[in-house]
């Protein structure tokens, strides 16, 4: 058990002068402090388990720390998009299939070479109820939730918290208009999809987000008039570098709105 031996002598040591050296007083305040602290438990798990550096915490160490934060390692979301449906004759004449999700059934002879669609359900397009994490996912969901339980949600504290747990490989930026976006590469982009579905993305009351994730290099992009460069994008290359200009072609699957 955690020594609390010093937290019970400070707030001892609140009492006004009257009562400081009175024993019961003492005994009233070294029991409702005892009471608060709940005996140390949460400073014992604050020193028994790690999250980061060496000695990681694992296995039903991070289910209790998941506890504490308010996240578990299971995980529910249905992504249904361009899938086989059996739909109605009606439904076909006057051209009303589902929307949402969207639906397909059977070409007809008529929309054979028009029909866009592959019109099938993929066993990787449903994400069950029962998706377990693994240490190492889990983990990063309890950092998260960490950021969030603790962030004012201001810019630079939301890039001091993710920098402080990610590094670079989880950034985001203030894209303007209300909407931020968060690019993501490394451990983190194999679990974007329980980040969304458990609302741990440190996004700001009212601000719109979309996730880009797997991203290997920097993005194509444009610089403004005055020759400004996003840090994370890349131009044009030159003649002396187009063999070896390091980059990517963002595309639209990698992004996701939150």
């Not at 010093?6 to 305040?29: G, R």
């Not at 550096?53 to 720390?65: C, F, H, K, Y």
């Not at 949600?153 to 909407?179: C, K, P, T, V, W």
């Not at 020759?227 to 072609?249: E, K």
Request: charged fraction near 10%; include cysteine.
């Amino acid at each position: 058990m955690a020594d609390i031996t010093d937290l019970l002598s400070y707030y001892q040591n609140l009492l006004i002068f009257q009562y400081n050296q009175q024993p019961n007083a003492l005994a009233t305040i070294n029991l409702i402090t005892e009471a608060m602290l709940a005996n140390g438990v949460a400073l014992d798990i604050q020193n028994a388990y790690n999250i980061t550096g060496d000695d990681i915490a694992q296995g039903v160490q991070l289910d209790v720390i998941g506890k504490y934060v308010g996240v578990d390692r299971y995980y529910s979301l249905l992504s249904l998009e361009n899938y086989l449906a059996l739909v109605t004759y009606a439904e076909v004449a006057l051209s009303e299939l589902p929307t949402s999700p969207p639906a397909f059934g059977l070409s007809t002879y008529t929309a054979f070479s028009e029909f866009p669609w592959n019109g099938t359900l993929q066993y990787s397009d449903i994400i069950a109820t029962q998706n377990i994490l693994s240490d190492a996912a889990f983990l990063i969901l309890i950092q998260f939730a960490i950021i969030i339980n603790n962030c004012n949600f201001s810019d630079g504290a939301i890039d001091a918290a993710l920098y402080q747990f990610f590094g670079d490989s989880f950034r985001a930026e203030d894209m303007g208009f209300m909407h931020m976006a968060f690019f993501a590469s490394g451990a983190v982009a194999p679990v974007v999809q329980a980040l969304i579905a458990k609302n741990l993305l440190p996004v700001p009351m009212g601000v719109g987000a979309s996730v880009v994730n797997n991203i290997t290099g920097d993005m194509f992009s444009f610089t403004d008039y005055s020759g400004a460069v996003s840090p994370y994008g890349g131009g044009f290359s030159t003649y002396s570098d187009y063999a070896t200009l390091a980059g990517q072609t963002l595309s639209y699957n990698q992004i996701t709105p939150v």
